[in-house]
């Protein structure tokens, strides 16, 4: 039920938004964007792609505004930030599991509590084709962007697709930030996606950074999502010979969900010393 708003809604200063119906997989999205103030550098403003833009947008958004007033300070850099949502009120759409998801046999799903078969999943190539043919040409039609600085940030499901992204397409973002991902889903298909990146590296370096971060109280939870991502973080950490920058974090006292407040701030932190690191 939408309630009756008595007055003017607040509206993020520098943001607006549009939608667009993608060719890839029929589906609406929501798109979210906010500029910083200060006039664009000579090579574009560094950039970052937020999915679940619906629940996190705001809170980026106020964070860089915040933070990139001093960065000689604060380390943030002004950035453009997209959010990838979708038309609802809720901070989640169901769309989500199909777009973050991996094609995984239905056999090797784990168990979905209160509900005997998983609903429709596995579109994460469609959406990385959205957002690479649809969502950052349309973008770039309206904001100077440098494309050698665009960061993607997602959560939970989000940071799943964010490490399918990295072992993928590793050129698609110089910054690839996976908060509390959920490796347990699609957990050898990933693994397979991570050795056929590291086998490739062989041949070819790349340029990248990448953090995974926790909150504390993950440890406790029965996917074992926690020690997943940290041997993860282990064994890709050796690979910074090839151009991969990995760094892993755990943030004390927060769980699932309230880990996003910090994570925003050190992530954009992160990104913007991975830019400058790439602009030396």
Aim: one cysteine or more.
């Amino acid at each position: 039920m939408t309630l009756p708003i008595p007055g003017q809604e607040v509206a993020l200063p520098r943001t607006w938004q549009q939608y667009i119906r993608s060719k890839q997989g029929d589906r609406e999205y929501q798109i979210m964007i906010a500029v910083p103030h200060d006039p664009p550098p000579s090579t574009g403003y560094p950039i970052i792609y937020v999915l679940d833009g619906n629940s996190v947008f705001g809170t980026m958004v106020e964070a860089v505004r915040l933070q990139s007033r001093r960065p000689e300070k604060t380390g943030v850099l002004p950035h453009v930030v997209v959010g990838i949502g979708y038309r609802t009120e809720e901070p989640f759409d169901p769309a989500r599991m199909v777009d973050y998801s991996l094609p995984i046999p239905r056999d090797e799903l784990p168990t979905l509590p209160g509900r005997e078969e998983w609903p429709e999943h596995g579109g994460a190539d469609t959406f990385h084709r959205f957002l690479e043919e649809e969502v950052k040409p349309s973008i770039e039609q309206q904001v100077t962007i440098d494309r050698a600085r665009q960061s993607l940030f997602g959560h939970s499901l989000g940071g799943l697709f964010v490490l399918h992204t990295l072992f993928t397409k590793p050129e698609a973002f110089r910054t690839y930030i996976a908060g509390s991902p959920s490796i347990h889903f699609g957990r050898q298909l990933l693994r397979d996606e991570e050795a056929e990146f590291v086998q490739r590296l062989d041949q070819q370096k790349v340029d990248a950074g990448l953090m995974i971060a926790m909150g504390e109280l993950e440890e406790r939870h029965p996917s074992r999502m926690f020690e997943l991502a940290e041997t993860m973080a282990v064994r890709l950490s050796s690979l910074e010979g090839q151009g991969l920058e990995v760094q892993f974090r755990v943030f004390a006292e927060e769980n699932h969900t309230s880990v996003l407040p910090v994570l925003i701030s050190r992530a954009l932190r992160y990104a913007s010393r991975t830019c400058s690191d790439n602009m030396k």
